[in-house]
């Protein structure tokens, strides 16, 4: 039995599996759309106002490059999360889709230490987190679809790029 009530729907008719399975591929994608409005939002204005005068490393992509990568990586994230939403009627999927809800949280986070508290190190600390949350969420949905963890393997290694980045920034204001 699933510790999880939304692992196992049980509709009565044709119908209401269908909107149950449409409702919670909907709440996904709304879910990842949320978070990147929101940590678009968050970081419109410190992106031009104080971003660039921190010291950066010369590795540093140009700021055109983020928008591009995360709206990509948010579309993944969606779409990989929807794999394991679809395939509930396996195992528990409860513990997958908790991690990602959990990553999800600590990615709008890091929009709002970082950019919104303007704060390298509080988004240092939690980059670290969310890093192992990603990787966690990544192993998870492998278990349960391996075109889901696979979606997230880019997500992840970007996750790696922007906690060095991170880490870099934090040791050049110090």
Known sequence: ????????????TAGEHRAWTRGGVGVLAAACLAVAVAGGLVTAGPVKSW????PKPGWTPPDWVFGPVWTALYLMMAVAASLVWLARDRDDVCCPLTAFGLQLTANLLWSVLFFG??????????????WGLVGLTTVQFWGVSRAAGGL??????????AAVLNGSILLLTR
Do not use: K, N
């Open 152 to 161: 997230l393997v880019p997500y992840w290694l970007w996750v790696t790029y």
């Open 1 to 12: 039995m699933s510790a999880c009530a939304f692992a196992r729907p049980h509709p009565q």
């Open 51 to 54: 971003y660039p005068d921190l």
């Open 117 to 130: 508290l303007e704060s390298p190190l509080l988004g240092f600390l939690d980059i670290l987190v969310m």
